[in-house]
């Protein structure tokens, strides 16, 4: 089975800080995903990867950033947190060929808080 | 502005009855349809699909139904069983290779 895994369940970060969520996916996938989970919002995309240092925006990118360095992880960083950056935070990877034919693959997400 | 909107926020059904759940869509484009399914603590899953081609896909207890001209899907599941009981996504694509657009999810609960 593939496992997306998220370093944190639960994150309380301060207004200002520099924040890094890790994901990493052990299945060798190219396609990796940041999304936030908002109530009455859904799942919004922040940033996507197709491959290692490659990097394109998502619906919803201002205030992230990401960084690819190897394939199997996949980090999201907020420059300087703010409040309305609190959020469920879920990390996804999939196989190439786009969502329809490799469905994505979440983690458990992380649940940040900024104060 | 949200292109795949989830009207129902939640829904209550009987364990044994018919789960449906509604999706509607405002970009004529979107050619392919999918359903995720998510449990308290824990990601969202794959559970079913459907392409503009086709107006149905079955798999097992769930059914999935596309209406292109009322740019409406629904999800049925029958018969409802207590660990259906989560929360449903619908999302859409413009081909197979787009990002996919996800409705505000509605929480089902099956109730004995």
């Known amino acids: 089975d593939v496992k997306v895994t998220q370093s944190s369940r639960y994150l309380v970060k301060r207004t200002g800080e520099k924040v890094f969520l890790e994901c990493v996916q052990d299945?060798?996938?190219?396609?990796m995903f940041w999304y936030r989970q908002d109530p009455g919002l859904g799942l919004r995309l922040i940033y996507f990867?197709?491959?290692?240092?490659?990097?394109e925006k998502g619906d919803i990118p201002e205030g992230y950033s990401v960084s690819r360095e190897k394939k199997e992880r996949f980090s999201l960083i907020l420059e300087s947190a703010s409040t309305n950056q609190t959020s469920m935070y879920l990390c996804?990877?999939?196989?190439?060929?786009?969502?329809?034919?490799?469905?994505?693959?979440f983690g458990n997400g992380t649940r940040l808080t900024v104060t | 502005d949200q292109q795949v909107k989830q009207n129902s926020p939640s829904l209550s059904v009987q364990e044994g009855r018919i789960s449906i759940l509604n999706c509607d869509y405002t970009?004529?484009?979107?050619?392919?349809f999918l359903w995720y399914k998510k449990y308290p603590a824990e990601g969202p899953t794959f559970l079913i699909s459907?392409?503009?081609?086709?107006d149905k896909n079955e798999d097992g207890r769930f059914t999935v139904f596309l209406n292109k001209s009322a740019k409406h899907l629904s999800l049925h599941i029958v018969p409802s069983q207590p660990g259906d009981s989560a929360v449903y996504f619908c999302?859409?694509?413009?081909?197979?290779?787009?990002?996919?657009?996800f409705g505000a999810g509605t929480q089902v609960v099956v109730t004995p």
């Open positions: 996804a990877s999939s196989l190439p060929g786009g969502s329809y034919n490799s469905p994505l693959h």
């Open positions: 299945m060798d996938h190219e396609n």
């Open positions: 990867s197709y491959d290692v240092k490659m990097k």
């Open positions: 970009n004529s484009m979107f050619d392919y």
């Open positions: 459907i392409s503009s081609i086709k």
């Open positions: 999302a859409a694509q413009r081909n197979s290779w787009g990002k996919l657009q």
